[in-house]
């Protein structure tokens, strides 16, 4: 009798553990699903009076993980008292070939947003696109320059909604980020 109980709670155990264990994973039905890996955030300004493009962009060596990021390739240089048409590109570089996670955000929009805040000399980032629902997403956005010279920073926060409903009006993340940049830029006459 003692044989056959062992082997019960033997086979109760497994089944338990097994539950458990498919628990964790991700659903593919759960708002959110798991956070993106992002090595590389590209931003592309475009002056809206034309000329060449603006490109800079940070690596990532580990996604989000507790590596720092790299250095900014590029130099984030604005006209003084000019706007600019933006978008910022999400990728996975630590796989090959390099995955464009930007097409995720996008497809997920109900679940991302896009943050940017600055510190410094003056410049307002107004995003310019919205998810399925109206909410602000932020893949799109404008740059407006100060007039005075000066540089500052740009912070670059990807927020995954991933527990949490999406909320219309936010200033800030407050839930999980897929990745979290700061990009220097100067402002020139």
Known sequence: MQHTSRKLFSVLSALAVLTAASACGDSTTAPGGESEVISRVTLTLTRTTGGSPIVVYIDDPDGNGPQSPAA???????AGGATYTGTVKFENRLVN???DITEEVKEESNEHRVFYSTAGAGVVVTTTDVDTQGRPLGVNFA???????GAGALRVVLCHYADSPKPAVATSC???????????????N
């Open 174 to 188: 407050t839930v999980d980020t897929d990745i979290n940049v700061v990009f220097n830029y100067t402002i020139t």
């Open 143 to 149: 740059i407006a320059s100060g007039t005075a010279p």
């Open 97 to 99: 070939p390099a995955e």
């Open 72 to 78: 900014q390739v590029g130099l984030l240089a604005l």
